[in-house]
């Protein structure tokens, strides 16, 4: 499955897209960011391992209108997401390996053991009320 990107005028598109997948992984990132710019073919190539995951690119200040309040502090930030839940968002480091295994690990929960993680800490439970991929997207096609 190919890398969605976000542009102006497909928000409703890509709400749709991820809405039929289990899970989304995002990295949010900016033009002008070179290790960005790098980090794009990794994150495609991470796609092809994981064709049941939809990945999606969105630089964040071309969006901002979309991403709120949304923080992110370096780059690249991944944001993985299964259905409502969000399972990670963070900045990593951009090696295909690093996040190859953190794509894999959240994978493996089910449901439960992803819901505990989601609200084991106020940094997690923020995530699920500020970090929503979708909710945002819906929001936006609206």
Not at 18 to 42: F, H, K
Not at 108 to 113: N, V
Not at 120 to 132: H, I, L
Request: glycine share 4%; aromatic share 8%; proline share 3%.
């Amino acid at each position: 499955m190919p890398v969605l990107t976000l542009n102006a005028d497909n928000h409703a598109q890509l709400a749709h897209a991820i809405g039929d997948q289990r899970w989304v992984v995002a990295c949010l990132c900016a033009a002008w960011c070179g290790t960005c710019g790098s980090y794009r073919a990794t994150f495609e190539e991470l796609a092809g391992r994981h064709p049941d995951k939809q990945f999606v690119w969105i630089d964040i200040e071309d969006h901002a209108d979309l991403l709120g309040d949304l923080d992110v502090e370096n780059f690249p930030t991944l944001l993985i997401q299964r259905e409502e839940t969000v399972a990670f968002f963070g900045t990593i480091l951009p090696d295909a390996g690093v996040a190859q295994r953190l794509i894999v690990a959240q994978a493996a929960l089910d449901a439960a053991e992803l819901a505990a993680q989601a609200s084991s800490s106020a940094e997690r439970r923020d995530w699920q009320q500020n970090c929503n991929l979708r909710s945002m997207l819906r929001n936006a096609a609206d």
